[in-house]
């Protein structure tokens, strides 16, 4: 029996926001395995603001997505058939498969781009959030760069996301201060009530970048000691207004101008003022710092004080949709698309 | 018999650029020494950016200098009378003496105001320049932050002052390629021919921020690893643009904002891209490094290994005109003002 396979490639680089019609939907028959191959059928795939870069072709820190090439996302699945005796039938693995329903795997080869999971003690959906690429990119950013103190104040922006509950929490866990940013009420108040943040600033409430900075400053008495940065544009110009001296600033992603221009740093020279460290980082390459953070985030949600939150789209025909949404902030929490 | 003492207060601060009607020159007599004082004669007052931002009083990382008294500055001198054990008539000292002929300093509480050093190896002045705050400015900078590897590209703007001049011989001694960016033909000239730095650019020379950019781009075929920055503005955008991966920079000074506006950074999602570092510093918060940075210093200057220049004016009556040539890069490295 011939399995089919659907697929979405790039079709086309977006001017400004991306459009449904940058992506193409593929039909195509799933290729028999060769020795050392495992077939993978998705449950879940990731959607991720990271992909906004690599639809692009502009110098950044990975190549470039190909156009007419399957698009790049991590994926969530089970072995379906194999021809390596690494794999059984059943087993749940993750992966960087892409926005298809099947991949193919090559696993017997020195780095295996499949690894399995347990899926009995957390959702395999966990894996490509709290459990995840998101989850270590908090955990690294958090420990190794905002590396914050007991009693000081962590902001972290897009905090209902993937990433920034995990940043929250964990701060909360260290002992501090922990102050989302967050697109809405309904966010906000999740945040605070079912994150354990101390404060959330919604800045969708903010008529002006004026009336921000004073929401912000009203959540941060003490000022800010570390920073985690998802959006750039008009809240990191605020944060950065309130950061102490010897403050730490995690880049983590500038969504704010993914779609368009480049959003200048209004105030650069706080930098100096406020003796502050700026430091952006892509989480792919600190691979070292991946056991640790995935043992404790694990352990997190097994224990059920890792919350997180998931919206997620059914069928890979919502993938470009959801995706679309997410640059907009229509998600609440870890964007995943349903497959099965 | 009475001295009488010449002295600059700041009378106002400035709106805009600094005019010399914002310093006022006062003569008063030297007070009586009591126990515990000495009498200091300064041969030399230092000249040094950050005296503008002292002139404002809006929020820096030091309290603002008080209108009405005498102008903060470091200064090399000369003990001329004494009622402390530990300083004798002819010691050599330097300090903080102010813009000022005279001061009168506390040497006998826990932290004296003022330290003696050795005249004889060392010019005096020198001792405000590559052997003093300048000097260990670069040092820090340049160790702490930049952190360059043999081979890698060190970038330094306003390369033939008294900080960016010491920061490329450092960062040659460390077997780097040093780039310096200064304004004409004739600093250029200096900070290549003899500096010893590998290039520099001449921004003066620039007609358009694209200009600069390529010219840059010139110097600097490999990309930059490290950058010391004391200007801002439309150098740090040119060089944020040439960093390498995981590059850092040190944030020294932003002199080309100092007197309007702030002026933005261009593209801060340049610090995600290339998994940058930016890091703001002030040397007097650094003092675990003065030791070190001072012995290594001095034995530079004393087998003439490290080169510096000085702009000496004559006479504390043009300290506010050096002053503001200063702050327009009329300075030809250190700039000083011979008091004796």
Same mark, same amino acid.
């Given at each position: 029996m /011939?399995?089919t396979?659907r697929?979405?490639?790039?079709?086309?680089?977006? @001017?400004?926001?991306?459009?449904e &019609?940058?992506?193409?939907?593929e /039909?195509?028959?799933v290729?028999?395995?060769?020795?050392?191959?495992?077939?993978?059928?998705?449950?879940?795939?990731s959607?991720?603001p990271y992909?906004?870069?690599?639809?692009?072709? !502009?110098k950044?820190? +990975?190549?470039? !997505?190909?156009l007419?090439?399957?698009m790049?996302?991590?994926? +969530?699945? $089970?072995?379906?058939?194999?021809?390596?005796a690494?794999? *059984?039938?059943g087993?749940?693995?993750?992966?960087?498969?892409? =926005? !298809? &329903?099947y991949?193919?795997?090559?696993? @017997?080869?020195?780095?295996?781009?499949?690894r399995?999971?347990?899926? /009995?003690?957390?959702?395999?959906?966990?894996y490509?959030g709290?459990?995840?690429m998101?989850?270590v /990119?908090? =955990?690294y950013?958090?420990? #190794?760069?905002? &590396?914050?103190?007991?009693?000081?104040?962590?902001?972290?922006?897009?905090?209902?996301?993937a990433?920034?509950?995990?940043v929250?929490?964990l701060?909360?866990?260290?002992?501090?201060? #922990?102050v989302?940013? *967050?697109g809405?009420?309904?966010?906000?108040?999740?945040?605070?009530?079912?994150l354990?943040f101390?404060?959330?600033v919604?800045y969708?409430?903010?008529? @002006?970048p004026?009336?921000?900075?004073?929401?912000?400053?009203?959540?941060?008495?003490?000022?800010? &000691? *570390?920073?985690?940065e998802?959006?750039?544009?008009?809240?990191? @110009?605020?944060?950065?207004?309130?950061?102490n001296?010897?403050?730490?600033?995690?880049i983590?992603?500038?969504?704010?101008g993914y779609?368009?221009?480049?959003?200048?740093l209004?105030?650069? $020279?706080l930098?100096?003022?406020?003796?502050?460290t700026?430091?952006?980082?892509?989480v792919? $390459?600190?691979?070292a710092s =991946?056991?640790?953070?995935?043992a404790?985030? +694990? #352990?997190?949600? #097994?224990?059920?004080?890792?919350?997180?939150?998931?919206?997620? *789209?059914?069928?890979?025909?919502?993938?470009?949709?959801?995706?679309?949404?997410?640059?907009?902030?229509?998600?609440?929490?870890?964007?995943?698309?349903?497959?099965?």
């Amino acid at each position: 029996m /011939t399995l089919t396979n659907r697929r979405f490639v790039l079709a086309s680089r977006p @001017d400004g926001a991306p459009r449904e &019609d940058n992506f193409r939907l593929e /039909t195509c028959p799933v290729p028999e395995l060769v020795a050392g191959q495992v077939l993978v059928r998705h449950h879940y795939l990731s959607l991720d603001p990271y992909m906004r870069g690599r639809m692009s072709d !502009q110098k950044s820190y +990975a190549a470039p !997505q190909p156009l007419d090439q399957v698009m790049i996302g991590g994926t +969530a699945g $089970e072995v379906v058939a194999t021809r390596s005796a690494s794999f *059984a039938v059943g087993d749940h693995v993750v992966g960087i498969g892409g =926005w !298809q &329903d099947y991949a193919i795997a090559d696993v @017997d080869g020195g780095a295996p781009s499949i690894r399995k999971v347990d899926a /009995t003690r957390i959702p395999l959906s966990a894996y490509l959030g709290a459990v995840g690429m998101p989850g270590v /990119t908090a =955990w690294y950013g958090l420990h #190794a760069i905002c &590396d914050p103190k007991p009693g000081e104040t962590v902001v972290v922006s897009a905090a209902s996301g993937a990433v920034g509950a995990v940043v929250g929490q964990l701060a909360k866990a260290r002992g501090c201060r #922990a102050v989302g940013i *967050a697109g809405g009420r309904d966010k906000c108040a999740y945040v605070v009530g079912e994150l354990g943040f101390d404060a959330c600033v919604d800045y969708k409430a903010a008529p @002006d970048p004026e009336a921000f900075q004073a929401a912000l400053r009203d959540a941060t008495p003490g000022g800010v &000691d *570390a920073c985690f940065e998802n959006v750039g544009g008009m809240i990191l @110009d605020a944060v950065m207004a309130r950061m102490n001296p010897f403050g730490r600033i995690a880049i983590c992603g500038m969504i704010a101008g993914y779609d368009g221009a480049p959003i200048p740093l209004a105030h650069p $020279e706080l930098i100096l003022v406020s003796r502050l460290t700026i430091r952006g980082f892509i989480v792919s $390459e600190q691979l070292a710092s =991946w056991p640790k953070a995935l043992a404790e985030l +694990a #352990a997190g949600v #097994a224990t059920g004080e890792l919350k997180y939150r998931e919206t997620v *789209a059914s069928g890979l025909e919502r993938a470009p949709g959801a995706f679309l949404g997410l640059l907009q902030g229509k998600n609440f929490g870890k964007q995943l698309v349903k497959l099965v």
